[in-house]
Every structure is written in structure tokens, then in C-alpha cells.
Nanobody, 121 residues
């Protein structure tokens, strides 16, 4: 499966952005989808993940209550709605696909190219 992330940009603290990740290929609903992020000089970290049906969702503690992951299997797309953004949310955001629900980047088989989110204070 090929993944294409979009929707990043520049926003002031407290603002919102919605990231999208479009997947090509068949059987999108069979894949667990995850969002990860990597800030300059830091390791890639887990943000959120959603099961194929959308029925199981996990968030990192740092984004819980502010970010919402969702998916539209008819459109082969997963979303990350980011509200109340903080400067520390600044990072390149990556979407990823896997067949096992996991918070570990190494367990994901397919990755998008990343989209930059910059939050100013």
C-alpha cells in the first residue's frame, strides 16, 4: 500500500489543522493506520492509531483530548484532526499502515512521506 500525507502547515498556538493520509491499493479497511511525528533532533514518536474498522483507537498521552484520529474506508483515507495546537506539537507528521494495532513505529510496514506542522507561540 502507498500512503500520501497532506494538510500540514503553519498555525499559531491554539489553532487547528486536519491532516489527511490517502492510501492506494486494495483492502484499506484491513489495515491499522497510525500517525507518528518527529521533531527536529528527536526520535519518531507515536501520536495515534486506529483499527481497520475504526472501532479501536489509542492516543499518546500528550495529544489525548486535543487530537482525533478517524478514517473513511470508502475513501481510503485516514485523518488526524488537531485542535488546541501547542508549539511542542511542531514536527513532521507521518502516517503509517500495519496489520497489527501497535504504538511502536517499528511494527508498521508502510509509511507516507510526512507533512510538516509548525506551531508558533
Amino acid at each position: 500500500v502507498q500512503l500520501q500525507a497532506s494538510g500540514g502547515g503553519f498555525v499559531q498556538a491554539g489553532g487547528s489543522l486536519r491532516l489527511s493520509c490517502a492510501a492506494s491499493g486494495r483492502s484499506f479497511s484491513m489495515y491499522v493506520m497510525g500517525w507518528f511525528r518527529q521533531a527536529p533532533g528527536k526520535e519518531r514518536e507515536f501520536v495515534a492509531t486506529i483499527s481497520g474498522s475504526g472501532g479501536t483507537i489509542f492516543y499518546a498521552d500528550s495529544v489525548k483530548g486535543r487530537f482525533t484520529i478517524s478514517r473513511d474506508n470508502a475513501k481510503n483515507t485516514v485523518y488526524l484532526q488537531m485542535n488546541s495546537l501547542k508549539p511542542e506539537d511542531t514536527a513532521v507528521y507521518y502516517c503509517a499502515a500495519n496489520q497489527i494495532l501497535s504504538r511502536t513505529a517499528g511494527r508498521y510496514d508502510y509509511w507516507g512521506q510526512g507533512t510538516l506542522v509548525t506551531v508558533s507561540s
